[in-house]
């Protein structure tokens, strides 16, 4: 009779683990050692920039990608290319308009996994008070207490309103831009 009370205690036991929900480790964006670059071609030539504040919370278990959830906050002011032309346009009505539209977000609202370190962080990008559904696939990389991630995504910036008058089209500057992550954070709490 002992035995049969417990085999029915283990029982009990298993089934209240296998029920308590899996927690994701939560992650912050370190800025100082991240990046979120930006490449596209105006006039034939290919330029690159990159964004110089911004900041982001992560919650993201690995084993349960699915589960996850994120949120980047870029500053469009801090966006530079080294050219003063060019830096000068950008926060302007025409272009980012940063005057109304301080911010660019993407919000993940889950993560899938693509085999081996790949994986995609699905969610939404709004910029310009334009929000569109966008799928980000990057690599991820655990060392301890801290992770780094590495993706590429490609947009076409009209669909954000990015471009206005002239430059709506691609005559000038071409409607296809390439956005960089090259991220670094450190864990906060949770298991990876």
Known sequence: MAFFKKAAFSALAMSFLAATPVFAADWTIDPAHSIIGFSGTQTGNTFTG???KFDGTVSLDPAHPEDGHATIT?????????DRQRDSAMPRSDWFNVASFPTATFEARSFRAKGGNAYEAVGTLTIRGVSRPETLPFTLDINGPTAHAKGHLDL???AFGIGQGPWATGQWVALQVGVTIDITASQT???P
Do not use: K, M
């Open 189 to 191: 709490s949770g298991n």
């Open 74 to 82: 870029i500053n469009i002011a801090s966006a530079t290319t080294a």
């Open 50 to 52: 990159h964004f110089g």
């Open 156 to 158: 076409i910036r009209s």
